[in-house]
């Protein structure tokens, strides 16, 4: 993990109490940011991830969407710091990739059975999917139903799809036509 101390947004001590158990015992927040997560309500749920569970079992950081959490055990405390990530949702991304490719490397027969065709796509028919649908919105403005016959996807594929495009700000909603989501390319 590459860190870069501009990344950092706050730390806080947690302690614990025999009696009430975990309490906030100090707070620092770093100008931008400080508003992502209220620490004086999740001090409870960040003590039990960090401390709760099998000895040597426990994580050392847990990535959350908007920040992640480094935590140092002491004692019965536990000092937080809190960062913001940078340019990690394309790591998030390719992750999810691999994924995928396990999860439909993995599948049973059965499961193939229940599915409808064209359920599975493998990774490299998703870029190929994903990069013409870019083409495509980058001359004309498609609603979402007409991708997915376009395409010949299911519906809950297509709109991951969209989704991931999203993310990666290739695409952007334009607006609707009925019910469907429009889109065109960013």
Aim: aromatic residues 10%.
């Amino acid at each position: 993990m590459n860190f870069n101390e501009n990344e950092l947004f706050g730390a806080a001590l947690i302690g614990f109490d025999m009696i009430d158990g975990p309490f906030l015992k100090w707070k620092k927040e770093n100008g931008q940011g400080t508003n992502i997560v209220n620490l004086d309500e999740f001090a409870m749920s960040f003590y039990l991830a960090f401390r709760g569970g099998n000895a040597g079992k426990k994580p050392r950081a847990i990535l959350y969407d908007n920040f992640y959490i480094v935590a140092f055990p002491r004692d019965l405390e536990l000092c937080c710091l809190f960062m913001k990530p940078q340019g990690i949702e394309n790591n998030i991304q390719q992750l999810n990739k691999i994924a995928n490719r396990y999860m439909n490397e993995m599948e049973t027969p059965n499961d193939d059975e229940e599915s409808k065709d064209g359920e599975n796509i493998n990774t490299n028919e998703l870029d190929e999917i994903e990069r013409l649908i870019v083409n495509v919105l980058s001359e004309i403005e498609m609603s979402t139903p007409e991708l997915r016959r376009y395409f010949k996807v299911s519906n809950a594929q297509i709109w991951k799809i969209m989704s991931d495009l999203e993310s990666a700000k290739k695409v952007l909603r334009k607006g609707k036509k009925g019910r469907a989501q429009c889109w065109i390319a960013a």
